[in-house]
C-alpha cells in the first residue's frame, strides 16, 4: 500500500522560507509518476503547489513559480518544497500526494503531464506568523 | 480564482441522488481528463472518479462522472449521511500548463 507523509515546521516566519519532505512508502520514487504539492487555506479550496517528475523534470503553479522549488530524493524515497518569501497568505495545510502521468496537446504536440492525484498524504498544517 | 466553476452547496435527503458540476472551458475540461475528490470533514481529499468516469478500487458504484463539452458532471446516488462532505473537481489546464480545481462543493444530507 502507498503512503505518504508530510514533515516539517509547522510555524514559518513572514519573509522565511517554507520547508516541507514528503517520505513515501510501499512504492519507489524512482519507478515512476509525477509527485505533487497541494495546499489548502484554512476553511478554502484546494491549490495545486506544483508537480516533479521521478527524473526530475517539474510544472508549477504559474501564480507561485517565482518562489516555489520541488526536488527529488530517489535515495531517501522522498521529495521536498521549498516556498520562499512567505506571508500569512502562505498558512494552509499543505499535502504532498502520487500522480499518474498523462499526455496533453499544445502547438508543440504531445507533452507529458502529471494527471489525477491517487494517493495523498494526512496533510500538514503551516503557519506563517511571526 | 479558480478556473472550474462549480456550485457552492446542494443537498438532499437520505437515499436521493444529488449532482454536482463542475464547468471550464475549451483548455482544460474540453480537451483533459476530469477528476473528482471527497474531503471529509478535518481529512486528506480522496480520489472518487478519474478519467471523467472511471472509479479507483473500493469506491462504490453510487459515485459516478460523466464529461460533455467543457462541463463535468459528479453523481451521487443513494445518498448516505456518510456522504456529507466537500468534493471538488480536478483537471489539466493545457493553457496555464497547470493542474487546476474546481471551487469545490459542500453536500448536505438533509
Known amino acids: 500500500q502507498v503512503q505518504l507523509q508530510e514533515s516539517g515546521p509547522g510555524l514559518v516566519k513572514p519573509s522565511e522560507t517554507l520547508s516541507l519532505t514528503c517520505a513515501v512508502s510501499?512504492?519507489?520514487?524512482?519507478?515512476?509518476?509525477?509527485w505533487g504539492w497541494i495546499r489548502q487555506p484554512p476553511g478554502k479550496g484546494l491549490e495545486w503547489i506544483g508537480s516533479?517528475?521521478?527524473?526530475?523534470?517539474?510544472y508549477y503553479n504559474p501564480s507561485l513559480k517565482s518562489r516555489v522549488t520541488i526536488s527529488v530524493d530517489t535515495s531517501k524515497n522522498q521529495f521536498s518544497l521549498k516556498l520562499s518569501s512567505v506571508t500569512a497568505a502562505d498558512t494552509a495545510v499543505y499535502y504532498c500526494?502520487?500522480?499518474?502521468?498523462?499526455?496533453?496537446?499544445?502547438?508543440?504536440?504531445?507533452?507529458?503531464?502529471?494527471?489525477?492525484?491517487?494517493?495523498w498524504g494526512q496533510g500538514t498544517l503551516v503557519t506563517v506568523s511571526s | 480564482q479558480s478556473v472550474l466553476t462549480q456550485p457552492p452547496s446542494v443537498s438532499a435527503a437520505p437515499g436521493q441522488k444529488v449532482t454536482i458540476s463542475c464547468s471550464g472551458s475549451?483548455?482544460?475540461?474540453?480537451?483533459?481528463?476530469v477528476s473528482w475528490y471527497q474531503q471529509l470533514p478535518g481529512t486528506a481529499p480522496k480520489l472518487l472518479i478519474y478519467?471523467?468516469?472511471k472509479r479507483p478500487s473500493g469506491i462504490p458504484d453510487r459515485f459516478s462522472g460523466s464529461k460533455s463539452g467543457t462541463s463535468a458532471t459528479l453523481g451521487i446516488t443513494g445518498l448516505q449521511t456518510g456522504d456529507e462532505a466537500d468534493y471538488y473537481c480536478?483537471?489539466?489546464?493545457?493553457?496555464?500548463?497547470?493542474?487546476?480545481f474546481g471551487t469545490g462543493t459542500k453536500v448536505t444530507v438533509l
Open positions: 475549451s483548455s482544460n475540461i474540453g480537451n483533459n481528463y
Open positions: 510501499g512504492y519507489s520514487i524512482s519507478s515512476g509518476y509525477y
Open positions: 516533479i517528475y521521478h527524473s526530475g523534470s517539474t
Open positions: 480536478g483537471t489539466w489546464d493545457s493553457s496555464l500548463s497547470a493542474k487546476v
Open positions: 478519467e471523467n468516469n
Open positions: 500526494a502520487r500522480q499518474p502521468e498523462t499526455y496533453y496537446y499544445d502547438s508543440s504536440g504531445y507533452l507529458r503531464s502529471p494527471d489525477y492525484f491517487d494517493y
